[in-house]
């Protein structure tokens, strides 16, 4: 079946550093990949998206790439922000109502 | 905002009580789902519905009913509330326009079973 697997956290940086968070999956046919986050006492928000190989998805000063070669989509930010603390959920779908999350990434920005 | 909206927004019970959680879109969309949210776990897919009466079980389906009588409310019911199922409940609706299912959250309702 279907997986996603995401680096464990805490993500501790400093405001200003370069983020990466990695995501890789597992799927039998073609995704849409997915970056959701999470913000204390809410719920996920679409973050950005891909679907297609090579598609980049941005929003915010984040960027992931679909990279279906090495089934990754790893989550980049050049400049982090105090309020970019956040819980990180990469994503699949490969059809309608069927969506499978990792278990996430806390990342901590510290002035 | 995808216009969803979930009541409670926090639920204190005791176990062996019924509890019914509401999700509500004006959005008008075909999906919705139930996930529960725990430490060390992630999201989980409990149930989702692809239209008026039609539901399928999750990952996490065992004590947990839904129903969906009108396109905008989908409930979920805990028919005897358990400790084990103390967590955050979140809906979703999806957006599969474009052949991705772009989910959509609602702010989520925190239930505590004693």
């Known amino acids: 079946g279907d997986s996603v697997t995401q680096m464990e956290g805490p993500v501790t940086l400093s405001e200003e550093a370069f983020l990466t968070i990695n995501c890789t999956y597992t799927?039998?046919?073609?995704?849409?990949l997915f970056w959701y986050v999470q913000y204390p006492g809410e719920g996920l928000q679409l973050l950005l998206k891909a679907t297609k190989a090579d598609d980049k998805g941005s929003n915010k000063g984040f960027e992931a790439t679909y990279r279906k070669e090495t089934t990754s989509f790893h989550l980049e930010k050049g400049s982090v922000q105090v309020s970019d603390s956040a819980v990180y959920f990469c994503?699949?779908?490969?059809?309608?109502?069927?969506?499978?999350f990792g278990t996430g990434t806390k990342l901590q920005v510290i002035p | 905002d995808a216009g969803i909206t979930q009541s409670p927004r926090h639920k204190v019970t005791e176990t062996g009580t019924p509890v019914t959680l509401r999700c509500h879109q004006t959005e008008n969309h075909r999906y919705m789902y139930w996930y529960r949210q725990d430490p060390g776990h992630g999201l989980r897919l409990i149930h989702y519905?692809?239209?008026?009466?039609?539901?399928d079980k999750g990952e996490v389906s065992d004590g947990y009913s839904v129903s969906r009588s009108k396109t905008e409310d989908f409930l979920l019911t805990l028919e005897s509330a358990t400790s084990s199922q103390t967590s955050v409940y979140f809906c979703?609706?999806?957006?599969?326009?474009?052949?991705?299912?772009?989910?959509?959250f609602g702010p989520g309702t925190r239930l505590t079973v004693l």
């Open positions: 799927a039998t046919g073609y995704p849409s």
């Open positions: 994503a699949l779908s490969d059809r309608p109502g069927k969506v499978t």
């Open positions: 979703a609706i999806s957006d599969t326009s474009g052949g991705a299912d772009t989910q959509y």
């Open positions: 519905s692809y239209g008026v009466k039609d539901t």
